[in-house]
Each structure stands twice: as structure tokens, then as C-alpha cells.
């Protein structure tokens, strides 16, 4: 949650933290939460430690305290120790003069924190454009580059450029004073297995229980606040949790609108939700089809710096949000977490969420990345408490949030909610069998729990790829690229995928050539 400098030489005994503005300054170092309602800020010293802390709100009650208080070392010990108790989504910079700096952050992980350390100062950010002046392009990290380009992402603290780490889950940085910068991670976080139901019972009561007690705990507002309603059936459940709030009226129902068939169905659905949720909510929609990812009007296609953590549909959420923004939307509720609540492991079901990856690999993989495949899994944090692809979707989302001035709030990722769903029956998670009773449950018509043409992007970025994916493709194969002179990226196996796209006869999975687009947006500005 921060954006900060900070030198060796503002960790010593006598110096002193103060809050100006929107920082906290101390000498040449400043380090800048970010400031929302739904955040608060804790700043103390006991005289010689000093912890400045940010949370993601809990209690509307509790004021945000960033000037720097003076207790006691026990009073000390208990204020830190509340912070982290009390939330689960909070980061820390806690100062030790003349020893370290050390940074740690919770289990929820809303905002990814960056740290990067150059020429002894430590620099951070929880927006990766922020670290520009760290990302050596001879410093490349191959390993994480391979898990982008092969479709194997995986949670851990590398990024693209081997000088900027992710502070991932529950770990802790130590900014030493000879410069340096390490990393401890966590033990793994404890998990359960499904188990046996009593005769007759129901287990819908309890996770609607969970999921509105995850929602209701929140200040927020339904005027200032939003939900992304595609219409499926993750955003839907937590909408209609939404709605039992006694602060959820007038909310704002945004979402992104597919194409053909496709468009026609979600938009009906979406329009028998609303009617039936009522409660005085909005509808606020953005057409896919108008923002497509390297299309003229395309973020993607301007000669800018590009995170690698971008979604690929970046455009059409950036107008969206855009829209939220100008609406006086503050907060924005999400449906990530859902596949995972559902999740079906390889043992219970072959075709389950468990067997996710593509079995073979990308005909654009260089041979480079080749070799790093049998790595992949090197390197990587120990189990999360929440699911770690949702703690990667909330890497890629977050920051985009965050430079519209919204703050996402994700429910379905509520670690009492994700312990409840581990125990359930694989009956119950299959084909998210839980959220279709609750759908259906309502009185809904049956499509609404079970659309009869599936929705999904996979047609608009196939789309993309052939109408605006070939020509930058052809322009990488032609100007080269620091993939292609990694040999992490075949020119050969892209210009096969090129000529198909452009045929009009794509094999399975070469839409999916928009991330080794996306991984060269982030390494050359074209």
C-alpha cells in the first residue's frame, strides 16, 4: 500500500519521522500511503522503534492516525500487534536505527507492494510503472518470463527484472544496512479437505452466512460504491449478498458487455438480475467490442511502458473504471476468488478447476524457456491462506483500481469463506453447484444459474488477435525484440501463429499469443 524512498542513512538513532501532507518524511527518505476512505494509517515510535502501518478499513468508527504517536514499548507492541490482528489486509514498514528496515504485509494482499533497492536507497511501490528506473533490461528474470510466455503463472516475489520483487503473502522484506535487500517467506498456511455432510443438510445457509458477513464488516456506502456484474456466477452471488446490506441501496452494477450472442444473453440476464436484486441500483455498461487490446484506440498500442502484470483487457476495464470514477464511485466489489471457492482438485475430478493448464506448451515458446519449463515450480511461495491465483488476480487488478481512485474488495476471497468451501463435498463445488442453488433459489429463471451459450472472452480476443495481434506481431518479427535475443520467444513458432490468425484458422490456445504480446509491450516501447 506504499509508494516510498528510503535511505541507510534516515535509519539511524536520533532521527525522526513527521507527517506533511500526504507522506511521511524523514530527511531525504518519504514514504506515501495510499489514502481512501476504506484505508486507515497508524504511525508510532516507542523512541527508538518506529512502525508506519496501512489496513484496509474494517470500522467506519476507527479514525486514521498518521501523525506519529509516542507509547511505550509495551503499548507499542500491542498497538503493532492489533494491526495485524485485527486485519487481514494491512502492510508495515517497521524501523530498527542502525540495524534494518523491515517490511511485512498480511494474507489478503489487495494491493501488491514492489521493492527494488539501487545504489543503497530502497524504493517500493504498489504500481510497477513507479519503478521504471529499476527495470535493467540486462537484468532480466528468465524464469518468470518463461512462466508468462508458456501460460504458467505462478505466485512468487520475481517479476520480469530480477531487481524488483513482490512482497508476497505473509512475508517479510529486511532492507539491511549495507543495502541489501531479503526475503523471508512464510510456513506454509494449513488447508482442509472436503469433508461428509450429515443427512439432509444444507450448506447454503452458511456460506450465504459467511459471504455477507464478509461484506457487511465493510464501511462502505452504496452511493459511492460499485459491483461488477457480468452476470456470471461469482459477481451475481456477491451482488445479491450485497443487497441484504443494510447500506446496499443505490448501488452501481458495472460490467463489460460481450459480443454477438454472447452480448445478447449476458445483457438479459444481467437486466433479470437487476430487476430482481432492485434495491434502487444502476446499470453502467462498457462494449467489449469498442476496446479492443492492441486496437487503435488501445493502451496497448501507444509507444508507453506496459506492466507486465496488465490484464489483457485492460482497455475496456480502464474505461469502465473510468465511468465508476466520474460516477463517484469509491469502492468496487468484485467476483474474484469464485473459480477457486469451486475449485475441484485433480483427484476428485479429472476435468475439474484442478487441471487448469494447457497440457502442451505455445508454439512461440523460445528454446530458452524451453529449457527453464522443468523450473517452473523453483522459487515459488509456500501455500497461501487464500488460494495464490487469487492473489494473483488481485496483482493484476489492484493497481488499475487504484489510479481511478477506487478500492476493490474482493469477498469470495475471505479466508473464514475459503476454509468453509474446503470442506465441502465435491458435489457441492462441482460446476459451482453451491452458487447455482442460491441462483436458482431466488426464483430466477433458470437461465440466469445456467445460460444455455456459454460467455466468455475467448471469441473477442481471438478477435484482436486477427485484426490487430498479426500486424504487431509482423512488427516484432521485423524490428526484433529482447525476447527474441533471450530465445525466450520462438519468431518462428509466432510467425506460424501470425499466418493462422490471419487465415482465419486459429488452432486452440492462439488467442492466447496476446501475452507474448503483452510480455514485449512491457520490454520495448513500440
Not at 476495464?317 to 476468488?337: D, E, K, M, Q, W
Not at 436458482?440 to 444455455?452: C, F, I, N, W
Request: glycine share 8%; with cysteine.
Amino acid at each position: 500500500m506504499f509508494h516510498l524512498r528510503i535511505t541507510q542513512d534516515d535509519n539511524l538513532p536520533g532521527k525522526t519521522w513527521s507527517w506533511h501532507g500526504n507522506r511521511w518524511h524523514c530527511g531525504a527518505s518519504w514514504i506515501e500511503p495510499y489514502r481512501h476512505p476504506l484505508t486507515e494509517q497508524v504511525a508510532l515510535t516507542d523512541g527508538t522503534r518506529i512502525v508506519l502501518a496501512s489496513a484496509a478499513r474494517r470500522s467506519s468508527a476507527r479514525p486514521s492516525r498518521p501523525e506519529v504517536a509516542v507509547v511505550s514499548p509495551g503499548d507499542y507492541d500491542i498497538a503493532l500487534g492489533e494491526v495485524r490482528d485485527l486485519h487481514d489486509d494491512w502492510t508495515t514498514l517497521e524501523f530498527q536505527p542502525g540495524q534494518r528496515v523491515r517490511l511485512a504485509i498480511g494474507t489478503a494482499c489487495t494491493v501488491p507492494q514492489y521493492l527494488a533497492v539501487e545504489d543503497g536507497v530502497l524504493h517500493g511501490s504498489w504500481d510497477l510503472a513507479n519503478l521504471r528506473g529499476q527495470q535493467r533490461p540486462d537484468r532480466l528474470d528468465a524464469l518468470a518470463i518463461t512462466r508468462h510466455l508458456a501460460l504458467r503463472a505462478r505466485y512468487s516475489p520475481a517479476t520480469f527484472w530480477r531487481d524488483v520483487k513482490l512482497l508476497t503473502e505473509r512475508a517479510t522484506a529486511d532492507f539491511c544496512p549495507d543495502g541489501s535487500l531479503t526475503f523471508q517467506l512464510p510456513e506454509p498456511a494449513e488447508h482442509s479437505r472436503a469433508r461428509a455432510l450429515r443427512t439432509g443438510a444444507d450448506p447454503i445457509r452458511l456460506f450465504t452466512d459467511l459471504l455477507e458477513l464478509a461484506i457487511h464488516r465493510i464501511p462502505w456506502t452504496g452511493s459511492r460504491t460499485a459491483v461488477q456484474l457480468s452476470g456470471g456466477m461469482d459477481s451475481t452471488t456477491v451482488a445479491l449478498a450485497m443487497r441484504t446490506a443494510a447500506n446496499g441501496a443505490g448501488v452501481t452494477a458495472g460490467t463489460v458487455i460481450l459480443d454477438a450472442e454472447r452480448g445478447a444473453q449476458q445483457t438479459e440476464r444481467r437486466r433479470l438480475i437487476l430487476e430482481h436484486i432492485a434495491s434502487g441500483w444502476s446499470s453502467l455498461t462498457v462494449q467489449a467490442c469498442e476496446h479492443l487490446p492492441y486496437g487503435p484506440s488501445s493502451r496497448f498500442s501507444e509507444p508507453v511502458w506496459v506492466s507486465p502484470t496488465t490484464d489483457i483487457y485492460a482497455d475496456a476495464l480502464n474505461a469502465l473504471s473510468s465511468r465508476f470514477a466520474a460516477a463517484g464511485v469509491r469502492t468496487v466489489f468484485t467476483g474474484i476468488g469464485g473459480d477457486e471457492l469451486m475449485a475441484t482438485t485433480a483427484a476428485e475430478d479429472t476435468g475439474g478447476w484442478g487441471g487448469f493448464e494447457p497440457a502442451d506448451t505455445p508454439p512461440w515458446l523460445g528454446p530458452a524457456a524451453h529449457a527453464l519449463l522443468p523450473h517452473i515450480d523453483t522459487a515459488i511461495t509456500p501455500a497461501a491462506v487464500v488460494p495464490e491465483t487469487t492473489l494473483m488476480a488481485k496483482t493484476v487488478c489492484g493497481p488499475a483500481f487504484l489510479r481511478h481512485g477506487l478500492w476493490p474488495v474482493h469477498p469470495l476471497t475471505d479466508p473464514a469463506l475459503v476454509r468453509f468451501c474446503e470442506w465441502l463435498p465435491l458435489e457441492w463445488r462441482r460446476d459451482k453447484q453451491v452458487m447455482r442453488v442460491i441462483l436458482a433459489r431466488t426464483g430466477m429463471a433458470s437461465k440466469v444459474a445456467r445460460p444455455p451459450v456459454i460467455e466468455n472472452f475467448q471469441q473477442i480476443i481471438t478477435e484482436a488477435m486477427r485484426r490487430h495481434g498479426v500486424p504487431r506481431m509482423r512488427q516484432i518479427l521485423a524490428d526484433g525484440s529482447p525476447l527474441i535475443e533471450a530465445r525466450l520467444l520462438d519468431p518462428d513458432g509466432l510467425a506460424l501463429v501470425a499466418a493462422r490468425l490471419e487465415g482465419g484458422t486459429p488452432a486452440a490456445g492462439d488467442h492466447e499469443a496476446v501475452f507474448a504480446l503483452l510480455a514485449d509491450s512491457a520490454l520495448t516501447c513500440r
